[in-house]
Nanobody, 123 residues
Framework: QVQLVESGGGSVQAGDSLRLSCSAS????????MGWFRQAPGKDREFVAA????????LYAHFAVDRFTCSRDVAKKMVYLQMNSLKPEDTAVYYC????????????????WGQGTQVTVSS
């Protein structure tokens, strides 16, 4: 059974950086896309970033461009989200997701989800 576990969240000041990690286990297939989403209190879950199975293609939400970087270590089955210049509006629970045959902006394209990690940015 595929399991995703996020880590690296925390409470930081505006302008600080955080690096989120997501480890995947139980995989029985080698090609999959990875995505990051976030959900703030009272809001819908929204797309943050995604990466193809090879890592050759990445997608970012408009608010993540030039501040967030998605990367992965295929051998370690890890995916990362480096977040720089954090803002209070980045406060949310961040989730990683795995798509067996998909990477992209749609929540429904992903097959597996982690439990989330809280990111809190204070001004």
């Amino acid at each position: 059974q595929v399991q995703l576990v996020e880590s690296g969240g925390g409470s930081v000041q505006a302008g600080d950086s955080l690096r989120l990690s997501c480890s995947a286990s139980g995989l029985t297939f080698s090609r999959y896309g990875m995505g990051w989403f976030r959900q703030a209190p009272g809001k819908d879950r929204e797309f943050v970033a995604a990466m193809s199975w090879s890592g050759g293609s990445t997608l970012y939400a408009h608010f993540a461009v030039d501040r967030f970087t998605c990367s992965r270590d295929v051998a370690k089955k890890m995916v990362y989200l480096q977040m720089n210049s954090l803002k209070p509006e980045d406060t949310a629970v961040y989730y990683c997701a795995l798509g067996h045959t998909y990477y992209g902006r749609s929540i429904t394209g992903y097959d597996y989800w982690g439990q989330g990690t809280q990111v809190t940015v204070s001004s």
